[in-house]
């Protein structure tokens, strides 16, 4: 079984972070462990779907934090069987499947999806799709990033804004009750530098091309750089599900 697994921009791992990773790896996963740490709150002696684990260093966390049993579901085989491997827990299962089409038994009552939506070509469609899972009271936790992403991250599909990603969940059934905001200040070094972690090196190539194919991302990230300067900032949103979606 593998103890150890590449890191990308999309995957990490506190076993795959340490001291000599980047300044810049070293705060990417601080937030994570926040985020799942606010998301353990909500766990225990309840069944859980932990969408997009990667390699379950989180579903670990949940288990950990007193949930009934976890389902941890991911479509990279690679990640999957590292966590096997390495992030087993009692009442842990860790599944290969698609965020869309997925049906956890037994039937959740929290489901958490972190870093997930903005890699879906229907992010509504997948909200949906949750909100069929869970009964009236049931919890979504969800992670976006709230600043322009997809001009750096070729994995992600769209851009939401706090707002956007707000509006989205309430019109699936949902009513928001808590958020937890973030930001990660970031410099050019970190992006394209020597300091860069290698999860960083498979970055969106081609950017001015890219922009101009894309317009309205350059002017949000322009004036994001102009207002703020160099910032990623993130969402967390937990959700009750209050009425079965239309």
């Not at 921009?9 to 601080?30: C, I, M, W």
């Not at 900032?233 to 959700?239: D, F, I």
């Amino acid at each position: 079984m593998p103890d150890s697994i590449a890191a990308t921009s999309e995957r990490l791992d506190p076993l795959q972070v340490g001291e000599s990773a980047s300044e810049y790896d070293r705060v990417t996963l601080a937030l994570h462990l926040e985020r799942y740490r606010l998301a353990a709150e909500y766990v225990t002696g309840r069944d859980v779907v932990d969408c997009a684990c990667g390699t379950g260093y989180g579903s670990e966390m949940l288990a950990r934090a007193g949930a009934r049993s976890v389902q941890g579901i991911d479509r990279d085989a690679s990640a999957l069987e590292f966590a096997r491997s390495q992030h087993a827990a009692n009442g842990t299962s860790y599944i290969a499947g698609d965020a869309m089409t997925f049906v956890a038994q037994p039937a959740p009552t929290v489901w958490i999806t972190l870093e997930t939506v903005e890699h879906l070509p229907d992010p509504e469609g997948y909200l949906r799709h949750v909100a069929s899972q869970l009964a009236a009271g049931g919890i979504l936790i969800a992670s976006v990033p709230v600043t322009v992403s997809t001009d750096g991250n070729p994995h992600h599909l769209w851009d939401f804004t706090t707002r956007s990603i707000r509006a989205l969940i309430e019109s699936c059934g949902f009513r928001v009750e808590r958020e937890l905001k973030q930001l990660h200040h970031w410099t050019l070094r970190d992006i394209s530098g020597d300091s860069r972690g290698s999860r960083q090196k498979d970055r969106r190539r081609g950017l001015v091309g890219w922009y101009i194919s894309h317009p309205t991302a350059f002017v949000r990230r322009v004036w994001l750089t102009l207002t703020r300067g160099f910032v990623h900032e993130y969402l967390t949103l937990v959700a009750v599900r209050v009425e079965k979606p239309a």
